[in-house]
């Protein structure tokens, strides 16, 4: 049998014969009617502000039969925007749940089948005991939301902001940071200050006059780090870049976002990385190409930064002059110990910028560059890219060299690695990528060295 109410909740639904004032729908209601007189009671409002609910009643409202009734109404009530209006309309109402009901309403309800609730209904036989439906629900639990009142605001906001976003900055790299959603998780003035920053670095930026991608960041957000990649700030600001240099091609990896900033005019850290080196001798007379041409003449191996690589102020080499190129710093090393003068460049893998930027230069000087990288797929790979990207020529990569050298590692038994991956065309030699099928094993550059520093010495 359920628990009677206690004072202040609804109660129990009495026979027509002893039926007297609700006293949860009419508190405090007179014995007779009010003298002519008197004043007219208040209009009570529709969602009075909340009262302090007794523990007994609040008790009996969190009772664990009533929570889905509950749960239900806080739905509602948040979807009508906290409006008290409407109906609940269910036949999933248990006999436990069915009993708690009938006593909340005052009134029976069928054992069995659909159960209509009214929210003003209920909303009048809870004003005496916790000020209504609303202050109830939030007595149990958390304040009841107005969410079509939130949606309207966030919608609002959202238009605020980008109408606000279009008059301070490029409304097209504006509309693309939109469309983005980059900022979309952002209060609106933390948006519009990024929005605000990434204008500024866009039309400062300026690659006639280089400055340190830390210190234009130092400059416009305070901080060195402010453009460092992963930043929200460097993502809207690269949707700019790329809309300016790369006709709206995003960047996908480290090394394009550094290209696309140094395009731009912002450098990135031009000291730490390094592009091993053997034998180059620059014909300018800057202090950098004397230096670089008293380490070839002593047969040292040099680190260029990209720093030092720009301070030459003209070609690293003369034009016509034959530079190989490899993959493996351990050819640089053999050829420096057999006192090899030939220049040489390293990639010390997938190139890195440093990497490129000397290559580069080293094309438009008009050197005859030659590479060499490892007899896998990859490697194959980045041979093509490598050679249609600064018109370099294959060097000791043919079909009969990977053969030759294959022969020469099984004579010595020297075991090699099986071939896996994808297979890559290579487009200097016809034959080479069915050769490399055929015998089904990978030759690394170590694997050759000997025939490489036929070459260089």
């Not at 900033?261 to 080196?277: I, M, P, Y």
Request: glycine share 8%.
């Amino acid at each position: 049998m359920s628990a009677h109410p206690p004072d202040g909740a609804p109660a129990a639904t009495p026979s027509p014969r002893e039926r007297a004032p609700d006293p949860a729908v009419h508190p405090n209601a007179p014995a007779s009617a009010p003298q002519p007189d008197a004043p007219a009671p208040a209009p009570q409002p529709d969602a009075p502000p909340s009262r302090t609910v007794s523990p007994d009643t609040l008790a009996w409202l969190a009772r664990p039969e009533l929570a889905g009734l509950w749960q239900r109404l806080r739905a509602r009530l948040e979807r009508n925007g906290r409006a008290v209006r409407g109906h609940l309309r269910s036949a999933h109402w248990d006999q436990a749940e069915r009993r708690e009901l009938a006593m909340l309403l005052g009134k029976s309800v069928p054992p069995t089948g659909n159960v209509t609730v009214s929210l003003a209904d209920v909303d009048a036989r809870l004003r005496a005991g916790t000020g209504g439906l609303v202050a109830a629900l939030e007595a149990l639990g958390d304040p009841v939301r107005d969410r079509q009142g939130e949606r309207r605001s966030a919608h609002d906001t959202t238009t605020r902001l980008w109408d606000e976003a279009a008059v301070i900055a490029d409304h097209d790299w504006v509309d693309s940071v939109r469309r983005s959603g980059a900022l979309a998780r952002l209060d609106a003035d933390t948006a519009l200050r990024l929005i605000e920053q990434g204008a500024r670095v866009l039309t400062t930026i300026d690659p006639d006059h280089p400055v340190g991608r830390g210190d234009l960041a130092a400059r416009v957000t305070g901080t060195a780090h402010g453009l460092d990649d992963g930043t929200l700030l460097a993502r809207i600001v690269l949707r700019g870049l790329a809309r300016e240099h790369t006709g709206g091609v995003l960047p996908t990896n480290a090394r394009a976002r550094r290209d696309l900033w140094r395009a731009a005019g912002a450098t990135t850290d031009e000291v730490s990385a390094t592009v091993l080196t053997l034998g180059l001798r620059p014909p300018g007379s800057t202090p950098a190409a004397r230096m670089l041409r008293e380490r070839a003449d002593a047969g040292f191996e040099t680190h260029l930064t990209i720093r030092e690589i720009r301070r030459l102020a003209g070609p690293p080499v003369a034009p016509g002059t034959t530079v190989h190129v490899c993959e493996n710093p351990r050819v640089v090393e053999l050829a420096a110990d057999r006192g090899a003068r030939t220049p040489l460049v390293c990639t010390a893998g997938n190139p890195a910028t440093v990497v490129t930027t000397l290559l580069g230069a080293l094309a438009e000087a008009g050197a005859d560059l030659r590479y060499h990288g490892d007899f896998d797929w990859p490697g194959l790979a980045m041979a093509d890219r490598i050679l249609s990207r600064f018109g370099a020529h294959a060097w000791r990569m043919t079909a009969a060299d990977y053969e030759e050298g294959v022969t020469a590692a099984a004579t010595e038994g020297v075991p090699l690695e099986p071939l896996t991956g994808r297979p890559h065309e290579a487009s200097w030699d016809s034959e080479l990528t069915a050769t490399m099928l055929a015998l089904r094993v990978k030759l690394e550059e170590e694997s050759v060295l000997a025939s490489l520093a036929l070459d260089l010495t």
